[in-house]
């Protein structure tokens, strides 16, 4: 998790990389893996305003569907198109080429963990 070591993430698995603006964010590796392969994402809305723990977009695997939750507050400023056609790329790739949105960021939010917070969490 070296390179993703200035990462944030929500205990409910979701990452933001708050260095970046936008700041994009997705799922964990932790939580692709337990998904298995992903099938379906719907994207959030470009200019939807959105507060931390909101749902903001849905993830189906083979296994379930599952609820992706905003890490922070702000407004989506660019969603990953990729995914419409490529789904996978969430579990090929999940903190670069998977991510699901870049939010502009309102507010953050105080119950984001550090990636070694994160780590114990799944271990």
Excluded: C, R
């Amino acid at each position: 998790m070296s390179d993703t070591a200035h990462y944030k993430f929500l205990d409910s698995h979701e990452w933001i990389d708050l260095t970046a603006t936008p700041s994009p964010f997705g799922i964990s590796d932790f939580a692709q893996n337990e998904l298995t392969d992903i099938v379906y994402v719907e994207l959030p809305e470009v200019g939807q305003e959105v507060t931390a723990g909101d749902v903001i977009a849905v993830v189906e695997s083979v296994k379930s569907a599952s609820d992706i939750y905003a890490p922070v507050s702000g407004t989506v400023s660019e969603i990953n198109e990729a995914l419409e056609g490529e789904p996978g790329l969430i579990n090929t790739s999940a903190f670069t080429a998977g991510w699901i949105a870049k939010i502009e960021v309102a507010e953050e939010n105080d119950s984001l963990l550090s990636a070694e917070d994160y780590a114990q969490h799944i271990s």
